[in-house]
């Protein structure tokens, strides 16, 4: 999240006090390369010394949201910058910032780099999220994983175990909610540290979009990415914040 900024701007957010409410919420929905801008987006928060007391997030926004709860205040922008640098690493970005510098600079050459990131993430994955499955899923048995998937997102079950402590997470210092697909009911679910013991799985089924990524196991059923249903988080909050305050 390394921004340029022109020496003679000031950030007029830092030192800020905090606002005067009850209760902070940051809501971050789905979108993929949202992701990255929600992690800017909380790096300005942090800087200003506003530190949510609930986050919650859908698909993309639930990782960053179990980041965000998933450590102090002091090292979440470094973990948020970790995971993102990490997923967005690949050999294409060293080839891809030197035909840049050879094509100059403009929307062409912006998008015709794009273009090609895309194309080597579509081909390989991206580094510590997600890589290609050895054979195609109509070559897999039936009913496994591997069959309703192109993708195997155990790198990003890894990376969540190295950057995320779910200890803290589940220890209520900041409440975290994620929303999830149950695959058999088509019904909308959070998962929420109020009402369970939330780990890599619950944040996993959140981001679960088919037919790219499986679906996720938790207790015996089955969920897929919560943007299938509702990419933004505000009615699950809205209603799980009125519950909790009766």
């Not at 499986?214 to 009615?235: F, K, L, Q, R």
Request: proline share 7%; net charge neutral.
């Amino acid at each position: 999240m390394p921004r340029r900024t022109n020496p003679g701007h000031r950030k007029h957010h830092k030192g800020l006090d905090r606002p005067p409410f009850e209760q902070i919420a940051l809501l971050l929905q789905g979108g993929g390369a949202l992701g990255a801008y929600q992690a800017g987006v909380y790096e300005a928060l942090a800087e200003a010394g506003v530190h949510p007391d609930w986050v919650a997030g859908i698909s993309i926004g639930a990782i960053n949201a179990a980041l965000i709860a998933g450590n102090p205040p002091d090292t979440r922008v470094d973990r948020l910058r970790a995971f993102w640098e990490g997923v967005t690493s690949h050999p294409w970005s060293l080839v891809g910032n030197a035909w840049g510098r050879l094509l100059g600079r403009g929307d062409m050459a912006r998008e015709l780099t794009n273009q090609a990131s895309a194309a080597f993430a579509l081909a390989a994955g991206a580094w510590g999220f997600f890589v290609p499955r050895a054979s195609p899923p109509w070559l897999a048995p039936s009913g496994a994983s591997e069959a309703t998937s192109w993708y195997d997102t155990a790198p990003l079950r890894a990376k969540l175990e190295e950057l995320v402590d779910f200890d803290r997470v589940n220890a209520g210092d900041m409440r975290l909610s994620v929303g999830a697909v149950n695959v058999r009911t088509g019904n909308f679910t959070y998962f929420d540290t109020m009402t369970h013991t939330i780990g890599p799985a619950h944040v996993m089924s959140s981001g679960a979009l088919p037919p790219g990524f499986p679906a996720v196991e938790i207790d015996g059923e089955h969920y897929w990415d919560g943007g299938m249903v509702s990419n933004t988080p505000c009615n699950g909050f809205s209603n799980r914040s009125r519950s909790a305050t009766r």
